[in-house]
Structures are given as structure tokens and as C-alpha cells.
């Protein structure tokens, strides 16, 4: 049994890193052709892929010995648009930064062959035995454990104006020297003076399924809406619990967040939650791969994102 750690949680304090890694532009334009290569051949083959999420990928750099993680985002046909993207993920940050620590990143920019800007997020590669999802993998389950108090009352702190709120998988989470540090910042949760949220999809428009769009939009509101209140924000962080084949988790967390909600989440509500999710996120890269073979096909447009299955890593 791993020793439980003791929890310092609370103001943000210095990440464990000193600062995002230095990447040359002839190393991203070098991660770009590797990243073309895998969206023509639909194949992770030669990428070091550390991280699935639903479009898209995070990559090892350099590939046979990593010491960052790049995440490399749809490219735009206008520089202005990147740069706006990163002012939005730069404000969220600003807004969450006051609650934990947050993962140096750097915002990059390069110019592909076709002219197009491509965006990529850069991070310092976190020791694997630091990664809560590792730590709960190798630790007895245990209510009140320290990293579950520390994510819960984080999230319970960012939400409580209802000006943001965050993505609490734990997989998005570290926890070092007995303090948090959050990593994934790429999908702001802002909310405006009425509460309602902040919904940008700028660049991802384009390679999603146009029909879908209205749903998708739809889809985002929902979910943040549902995220940005305490029940909802620690409902979305127990599903994460079983995204990450920790089932056995379950019961020690639902005991730690209960302890701060009038209703309380349940075992069943929380399975039927993933079903559901499992669910819709089927037929969302049904609709997306329908569009990339109109795109590749009738547009002889090359399509610019991995449609992958983030529950099973696989390459869709």
C-alpha cells in the first residue's frame, strides 16, 4: 500500500516545474509533418502519444525520449484566430490560477506548407508517479483520502461564483509536494454575468459535421451548465473515476463529496452517467467520421484532427 500523502491545498503556489520547455520552430514543423503523416494514414505510428482525448491527441517531445507534451490544435487559415484562442485560454487561466497550481504551458504558433497557422500547447513532461491517475492506480481506495479532499474543495472553491469552472477529470490532475497542479487547460469554462457559459468552437468548426453543429452547441452548454454548480462539477469528476478503470474508487469517492452536498450522488447515478456518456460520444465520431469522408473524398480536403476513442485509445 502506498503512503498516504499529507494535503496542502488552498491559494495557488509555484508549479513543481520552473517553466513551459523551450521547442524550436524546426521541432514543431518537424512534430507537424509526423502529426500530417498520422491524420493522412489514420495511424499513431510514429508518435509518441501520451494523452487521448475526444479530437485529438497529446504528444510525447522528443519522440524516443519525451521531456514535454505538445498537444497540437486544428489549424486556422487565419494567424488572428490562434491568438485569439490563446488570449480565451490565457483569461481562463487567470481565472483559475488564485485556487491551484497550474502546468506552465507555452502558446506556439507555426506556418504550415499550405499557408494555414497551426497552434500548439507546450508543457513540461510531469513524472508519472505524480499523476493522481497513477497514484489512485497504485493506492488502496480510501474516503477522505487527501487528493480527493484537495480536488473537491478545489472545485467547490473555482465554482462558487459562478464565473468558471473546471474540467476535474483526474486524469487532468498531478499532486506533488501535497499540493494539486492541473494541466488541462485547453477547454475553458467561463461564464458570463448572467451565468451563462462561454461557448467558443472557433477552429473545431471546421472539421466537425456541420448538421451536428447545433448539437454539439448544445452539447457544450449542457454540459457547462451542468459543471458550473457544485453537484454537477463533482458528479462530472466521479464519472472521471471510471473512465480511468478505477471503479474501485467509486465508493471512497462519492463518500468524500457527499460530505459537502444536500443531495447525495449515488453509485447507480453515476454508472448510468458513463453509459450515457459512453453513448453519445458514439454517435458524435459516427457523425465526425461520416464528415471526414465527405471532407477527404468529395472536398479533396485533407481533414485536421485524430478521431479517436478516448475510452479505448484506439484510432477511429
Not at 487532468?172 to 494539486?180: I, M, P, Q, S, Y
Request: glycine share 6%.
Amino acid at each position: 500500500m502506498a503512503k498516504r500523502p499529507t494535503a496542502t491545498y488552498g491559494r495557488a503556489v509555484t508549479s513543481q516545474n520552473q517553466g513551459a520547455p523551450s521547442i524550436s520552430d524546426e521541432e514543431l514543423s518537424t512534430l507537424e509533418a509526423a502529426f500530417r503523416k498520422g491524420l493522412r494514414d489514420r495511424s499513431f505510428d510514429g508518435l509518441n502519444i501520451l494523452g487521448y482525448g475526444e479530437i485529438g491527441v497529446a504528444v510525447g517531445w522528443p519522440f524516443d525520449s519525451p521531456r514535454m507534451v505538445v498537444k497540437r490544435l486544428p489549424s486556422d487559415p487565419d494567424p488572428a484566430e490562434s491568438q485569439e484562442m490563446f488570449a480565451w485560454i490565457r483569461r481562463y487561466e487567470s481565472a483559475i490560477e488564485p485556487h491551484l497550481t497550474l502546468t506552465p504551458t507555452d502558446h506556439r504558433t507555426i506556418t504550415a506548407e499550405d499557408g494555414w497557422t497551426v497552434p500548439f500547447m507546450v508543457q513540461p513532461l510531469l513524472p508519472r508517479h505524480t499523476l493522481v491517475e497513477t497514484i489512485l492506480a497504485e493506492t488502496e481506495p480510501e474516503a477522505d483520502h487527501p487528493i480527493l479532499v484537495a480536488i473537491r474543495d478545489t472545485l467547490l472553491a473555482i465554482v462558487a461564483d459562478g464565473r468558471q469552472a473546471l474540467d476535474g477529470q483526474v486524469s487532468n490532475f498531478a499532486w506533488a509536494d501535497g499540493r494539486l497542479e492541473f494541466f488541462d487547460t485547453g477547454s475553458p469554462l467561463l461564464y458570463d454575468d448572467a451565468g451563462e457559459p462561454e461557448v467558443r468552437i472557433g477552429s473545431y468548426a471546421r472539421v466537425l459535421p456541420s448538421a451536428l453543429m447545433p448539437v454539439v452547441r448544445r452539447s457544450i452548454v449542457k454540459v457547462a451548465n451542468q459543471m458550473g454548480g457544485p453537484r454537477g462539477t463533482l458528479t462530472h469528476t466521479a464519472l472521471s473515476v471510471l473512465r480511468v478503470d478505477q471503479h474501485r474508487w467509486l465508493d471512497a469517492v462519492l463518500a468524500t463529496f457527499n460530505t459537502v452536498l444536500d443531495e447525495p450522488l449515488t453509485a447507480a447515478e453515476i454508472e448510468d452517467g458513463m453509459a450515457k456518456t459512453h453513448g453519445e460520444m458514439k454517435i458524435i465520431k459516427r457523425a465526425a467520421r461520416l464528415q471526414r469522408a465527405w471532407a477527404t473524398t468529395v472536398r479533396r480536403q485533407p481533414y485536421d484532427v485524430f478521431i479517436t476513442d478516448s475510452f479505448t485509445h484506439e484510432i477511429l
